[in-house]
């Protein structure tokens, strides 16, 4: 039975998260709803990244074991069904044995926060007109990439058996009137960017010290993290396979 990896974009403002949960809109429920209604049949998916309410995804997959070719043109017939702020990218056969989840080698994400007000992107970034020192904001992005056990930004109650993470990037950049976070790491836990990025900020305001930031970080209790930073900032920016799981 064919494999196929479904690439999806997507505004996460209307939905209660990526995977699919009882009596609430999740983009996974939308994009089976479409599958079903096109292919008159039920295709179950499977989610590679579980993005939380309000999140938004650049790129985020599917993978789905289907008993027919899905064809190319058939992708504008299913953008047709879904609503607008969902969009299936690339529908693309795959090795029958890969997985969007497990085979993921890498994952990167942005948070981004305005420095300004400005209406059209209040839904897509968080608003924090606050006094920072953005000298504080880098050397703290650059001191994760010190450590790789990240407990004190998991939130509570997940069933992850470990909270080590390689984090391969962490950096602050401008973008227009923006300040975005962009990280990337081989794995992230429930809440992660946000803690990071909640916690940064109260660097760069002063609120703490660098030293307290490494203190929280090693003290591997999310108590002490501040994971207040709204959804809607938050963007999966990009998910990074290996060759192998590509259909040649």
């Given at each position: ?140 992005a650059a001191t994760i990439l010190n450590y790789t056990d990240f407990t004190s930004f998991s939130k509570r109650n997940t ?90």
């Amino acid at each position: 039975m064919p494999r196929y990896f479904i690439e999806v974009a997507y505004k996460g403002n209307n939905y209660a998260g990526f995977q699919v949960q009882d009596n609430v809109l999740t983009i996974q429920s939308e994009v089976q709803k479409a599958l079903a209604v096109f292919y008159k049949e039920q295709i179950p998916l499977t989610g590679s990244s579980r993005t939380d309410a309000g999140v938004h995804a650049l790129q985020n997959y599917f993978h789905a074991d289907v008993p027919f070719f899905i064809q190319q043109k058939n992708i504008y017939n299913l953008n047709a069904l879904l609503p607008r702020d969902i969009a299936i990218k690339n529908i693309l056969q795959v090795n029958n044995e890969a997985h969007c989840r497990f085979d993921a080698e890498s994952r990167e994400y942005k948070y981004y926060v305005s420095r300004k007000k400005n209406p059209f992107i209040t839904d897509r970034s968080y608003f924090f007109p606050y006094s920072i020192d953005e000298e504080k904001l880098h050397e703290a992005a650059a001191t994760i990439l010190n450590y790789t056990d990240f407990t004190s930004f998991s939130k509570r109650n997940t069933q992850v058996k470990t909270f080590i993470c390689q984090v391969l990037e962490s950096r602050w950049v401008k973008e227009d009137d923006c300040l975005v976070y962009h990280v990337k790491a081989n794995r992230f836990l429930r809440g992660m960017v946000r803690g990071l990025t909640g916690t940064m900020l109260q660097v760069a305001r002063e609120k703490i010290t660098i030293d307290d930031f490494k203190k929280i970080i090693e003290s591997r209790d999310c108590t002490k993290a501040d994971f207040a930073v709204p959804g809607h900032g938050l963007f999966l920016v990009q998910v990074n396979y290996p060759e192998r799981v590509w259909k040649r």
